[in-house]
């Protein structure tokens, strides 16, 4: 069953909740009207009829090499608290963006590569439990103003990702509400970072070992050919 959603009756419903977070993590100098349709996973819990309780929202430039279905199954290994499947962020863009708190804080993980560093998140390939989303007290709280402005002084952040940039960023202070998914469920293949500072660091984080499931071209890279 396809349903077609109006982009403009989600940005109405969607801006008054996310409005507060665009001007942390919009590419644009302000908030625009237009930019919060980049928040839709956020707030995808308030937007869509209760009898919806999880969803998979992926981006355009991804290659599937297996059944999306077997996607699904990875919402049965949430653990408890949980309530967004995510895979990890496969270039240093996240070290970048955190400099000044990793220059203040030089033990930090926060930026850091896998396996027991902080790298952040990618959101090409999201599960949403939306259920779980509705019924965290904690998840709610995060979306309100004065927690978004806490987090973005706490950690000096300035972002320009949308949605992305604000789960990194809670990432960091609640890992407990992610479960991250293997990269092989989104194989990021941009490499835009090594080529701007960071090539000495790059394959730390870019390396993903295993049968690839998802390939996500992003950055406009091409996705290798069968």
């Given at each position: ?37 980049f ?15 999880q ?19 990875e919402?049965d ?39 027991d ?57 609640h ?15 941009c ?36």
């Amino acid at each position: 069953q396809v349903i077609v959603h109006d982009v403009n009756e989600l940005t109405e419903k969607l801006f008054p909740i996310v409005e507060a977070m665009q001007k942390h993590f919009s590419a644009g100098s302000g908030t625009y009207y237009s930019d919060s349709i980049f928040f839709l996973s956020v707030a995808m819990h308030h937007i869509m009829p209760k009898e919806i309780t999880q969803i998979i929202q992926v981006d355009l430039d991804l290659k599937y090499k297996t059944n999306i279905r077997d996607l699904f199954d990875e919402f049965d290994n949430f653990p408890e608290g949980a309530v967004i499947g995510i895979a990890r962020e496969m270039q240093p863009v996240y070290r970048h963006t955190f400099w000044q708190y990793r220059r203040e804080n030089p033990q930090t993980k926060v930026g850091e590569p896998p396996p027991d560093g902080l790298p952040g998140f990618n959101s090409g390939v999201l599960l949403l439990n939306l259920e779980a989303m509705r019924q965290s007290k904690l998840y709610n709280q995060l979306l309100e103003p004065t927690m978004v402005q806490k987090l973005t002084e706490k950690y000096h952040f300035k972002g320009h990702l949308g949605d992305q940039d604000f789960f990194t960023m809670v990432g960091m202070e609640h890992p407990e509400l992610f479960h991250v998914l293997d990269c092989t469920w989104n194989r990021q293949l941009c490499t835009w970072w090594r080529d701007h500072g960071y090539s000495d660091v790059f394959d730390q984080y870019f390396q993903c070992e295993g049968e690839v499931k998802i390939y996500h071209g992003n950055c406009n890279t091409p996705i290798p050919e069968d």
